[in-house]
């Protein structure tokens, strides 16, 4: 493995690169993410078959070596399991009780296929994650609702609609960043939460979210917003008259602000009887990158050698005879290790 390590920096490329240029982005788009699917009985009619399709697309770029884990889950974005995995190693899992009634079209054309399903009212997320990259940047998903209507249709009400420009944003540290995420008629009622992550557990699962901003619904109460420690006094809801809108700022930013946001609305379904109750809640996810503008370090009285770069761990700069040599950057998911003057697996690296 060192060895591996070792021909790995030789081969990286003298050139300078920012972090924002090192990492790679999954955007995932159901294309009727605003709507639902309807399964509706037709018991009259023989060739009637209950089959549902949801579509999915994805994009990663760059795009990595290794194909992307495909998972679809159903639930709320709170809380959801596993209908079906199909992971970056080719193991596939179904979920028992879809057992012989869901497929998968193809690795590159995630749709869902399910027949004979019949909950009332659900949501499924279409999730990609590439494994080069499985942190917020990686993973990536958007959610379709699914109705079933019996004899007579009974259309469901009041959707909960999100849209969000996906196109990932990039913002100086210091600088102001405003995230339009449009399509609540009237955001007093709604519930509105931006959550940021995911990020992963030391058990090893990646469904643990920040929640940067949340306003309660307003109907008949007082709204209340609260906001995470680590964006208080940077973080606003926009306005339109007297309606608070999902749309977000966040001003005086920092380099760790850097990552995946997600925009969420609902409404009260026993305010509102609008019928898909918590499954009423899409989400949609924007990146934002951080350039973060860096000191080059100096070389002056430093011994000759590789050192790790004070910005950037999996950067690393080369000093000789009191000049420095230039910047270089680590394979992904590599840091550079200064004790052994290699680019090394993170969790044998102390970032200095
Ligand atoms: C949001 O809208 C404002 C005003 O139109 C615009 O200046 C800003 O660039 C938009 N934000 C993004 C991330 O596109």
């Known amino acids: 493995m060192m060895l591996g390590l070792l021909v790995a920096i030789s081969a990286v490329a003298c050139f300078e690169s920012s972090y924002a240029d090192a990492v790679s982005i999954t955007t995932v788009t159901v294309p009727y993410h605003n709507y639902y699917v309807l399964a509706a009985d037709r018991p009259w009619d023989p060739t009637w078959v209950n089959r549902v399709e949801i579509r999915c697309e994805y ?56 027949f004979n399903e019949r909950t009332w009212v659900d949501r499924y997320w279409c ?15 958007e959610s379709c609702g699914f109705w079933y209507v019996g004899i007579g249709y009974n259309l469901p009400k009041l959707l909960a609609t999100v849209h969000l420009d996906k196109t990932p944003v990039h913002v ?29 557990t030391q058990g090893g699962s990646c469904d643990s979210y920040e929640t940067v901003i949340h306003k309660s619904s307003g109907w008949g109460e007082t709204e209340t917003i609260t906001v995470s420690p680590n964006f208080a006094g940077r973080v606003s809801l926009a306005t339109r008259g007297v ?81 420095s040599y230039g910047t270089n950057t680590c394979p992904a998911g590599l840091v550079f290790n200064q004790d052994l003057q290699l680019c090394d697996w993170a969790n044998n690296v102390i970032c200095l």
């Open 127 to 141: 999730r990609v994650t590439n494994e080069e990259q499985p942190d917020e940047f990686g993973t990536d998903e």
């Open 172 to 200: 100086d540290a210091g600088g102001t960043v405003q995230l339009n995420c449009t399509g609540v008629p009237d955001g007093r009622m709604a519930t509105i939460f931006w959550v940021k992550g995911p990020s992963c």
């Open 59 to 114: 994009t990663i770029s760059p795009a990595p070596a290794t194909p992307p884990t495909i998972t679809w889950l159903r639930g709320t974005f709170a809380d959801r399991e596993v209908v079906y995995k199909w992971s970056s190693s080719g193991e596939v899992y179904v979920h028992p009780e879809f057992a012989g009634r869901v497929s998968v079209e193809s690795r590159t054309r995630p749709t869902l296929v399910l």
């Open 243 to 323: 309606s608070i809108t999902p749309t977000l700022t966040i001003t005086d930013i920092r380099p760790r602000d850097a990552g995946r946001y997600w925009c969420s609305i609902n409404y009260p379904d026993d305010r509102y009887s609008s019928s898909f109750g918590r499954w009423n809640r899409g989400a949609q996810s924007v990146v934002i990158l951080v350039n973060d503008p860096v000191t080059e370090p100096t070389c002056a009285d430093k011994a000759d050698g590789k050192y790790q770069h004070p910005a950037d761990c999996a950067q690393f700069y080369t000093c000789s005879g009191g000049l």
